[in-house]
């Protein structure tokens, strides 16, 4: 196929044009990684009369979803056929991924061109909270949280050393959200409000890091393998590592059996938005202190 010349119209084009020429691979996919990208879309989607459908081509090997790293990139590849778009991210994109078989097409067609497998975009929109750490080592250990429900909390505090399992999230992915239905529903976890409302929040920042996987996966083994991840769920399961809701882009990770490490808290979040601790777990004497219980 006869690749065809594009000048970068951004500093952002200039510096991955460069890094492409170069042979710099790991470059360019750092860079991708917060890039604003260019998704073709219909004059009615662009008017708001149609929602938003992927634009796809097909080869022999599998479907591509196309974005462009510019809309000038769009419209030279394109031949000026497609000339609207929206704006999006890989991290958003992975948060509404349609299919794990799918690839991602950057800039096809173009010089500077990039063919990603959907594990490759997992890996990149979403990294583990080791690589979070060593990509930003100054930001320290993040601070995770999980829903519980009045049994778990009760559990928590009665059953000896705290260990957890299941999914986790990042704290800092729902800082924003302050109602509990609001934060429930974001999590795909509406049955975890108690009867007036409010929310059992446990908080903690992680110890020993490899502990807390990224749930890169699928729905079946061929979707998981696709993605070239380890575990299989059931639906809504989106496997690239986020909350399965198109419209949050919410980090998560999957524990099993973790001993909770001292200074884990249990927060209450009310239905006026409020938030209350309620128990500090104290490592050196293995025991919760409770905070401000109400009788």
Known sequence: ?????????TPFEERLWAAHRDGRTALCLAMLRDADLALPITAAAADGTEAPAWATAADAERTWVLAYTSAEAMRTATGGRAAHWRVTSPVELAAGWPDPRWGLAINPGLGAS???ESGTLARLAVPTLAQDLMIAPKSGVPTVQKLLSPADVHDLITGGVPRISGYCHHALDVSHIATPAVLADALGQPDMLTGDGSLNVLRWRPAGLALYRTP???????RRDAVAGWVVEEPPFVGL???????QVIREYKVYGVVLPH???IWELTAEGTEHRRALYHGDLRRWLLIGVRG
């Not at 196929?1 to 119209?9: F, K, N, Y």
């Not at 890169?216 to 061929?222: L, N």
């Open 263 to 265: 200074g884990a808290e």
């Open 1 to 9: 196929m006869t690749l065809i010349d594009h000048e970068p119209v």
């Open 216 to 222: 890169y996966g699928g729905t079946d083994e061929e």
């Open 241 to 247: 590592g986020l909350v399965p809701n198109v419209d």
């Open 114 to 116: 990039f063919l990603l």
